[in-house]
């Protein structure tokens, strides 16, 4: 099943923060994190495990709500890099590590 | 380390025909995962491979296959193609072990055209 992602897309100034989130109908074991530019690749950004930890590097983080099955990832003071496409990705809890999974994807443009 | 690397990077073929991508992972890494993305659908997975066994498999019909060498290297088939099989590949390794969530790391996709 499918993780849904909110907002679909959106606009931001430098320097502006964001919120992007990521929410499943089933348990969740994980939910990864990636970002990618147009052309390119998707990159790993960060995974968070059940537990309901907060990770985070530089000024992007996140966290993860096992009861609520969401993760929010949330990017700080944006820089024009941080323009691209958010995926989601999660694994359920009844059987973890298989049934990876993508979400949608939200489209983030920083401007200066 | 080398990153991922997919060949070829572009592909033009005829409905009917089939294609075969090749990928080669980061060294080191044992498991592989194709995914294919299009517009409409975003990223979908096809497959995952560890120790040339296919581990899992997602909701694509018997014409996409593949397969995983003793060196980790890994190539995906996919015959009688279709116009909706145009899309880009992406092929992704992982350190991932056994049932264990690990990051991946994605090569930079074979774009396929299928006219």
């Known amino acids: 099943q499918q993780p849904v992602q909110s907002p679909q897309a959106v606009i931001l100034r430098e320097g502006e923060d964001a919120v992007i989130n990521c929410s499943s109908s089933k348990a969740l074991y994980s939910v990864h994190w990636y970002r990618q530019k147009h052309g390119e690749a998707p990159v790993f950004l960060m995974i968070?495990?059940?537990?309901?930890e907060q990770k985070g590097h530089d000024k992007i983080s996140a966290s993860f709500n096992e009861k609520k099955q969401q993760s929010s990832l949330y990017l700080t003071a944006s820089q024009l890099s941080y323009s691209g496409t958010y995926f989601c990705g999660t694994e359920p809890s009844d059987n973890y590590g298989q049934n990876f999974v993508f979400g949608p994807g939200t489209r983030l443009s920083v401007l200066p | 380390k080398a990153g991922v690397t997919q060949t070829p990077r572009y592909l033009i073929k005829t409905r009917g025909q089939q294609v075969t991508l090749s990928c080669s992972p980061i060294?080191?890494?044992?498991?592989v995962s194709w995914y294919q993305q299009t517009p409409g659908q975003g990223l979908q997975f096809l497959f995952e491979?560890?120790?040339?066994?296919?581990?899992n498999k997602g909701n694509f019909p018997g014409r996409f296959s593949g397969r995983q060498f003793s060196n980790s290297r890994s190539e995906m088939n996919v015959s009688t193609l279709e116009l909706g099989d145009s899309a880009l590949y992406l092929c992704a390794s992982s350190p991932r072990i056994k049932a264990l969530s690990y990051e991946q790391y994605f090569g930079p996709g074979t774009r396929l055209t299928v006219t």
């Open positions: 060294s080191g890494h044992r498991s």
């Open positions: 968070l495990l059940k537990g309901g």
């Open positions: 491979y560890f120790s040339e066994t296919q581990r």
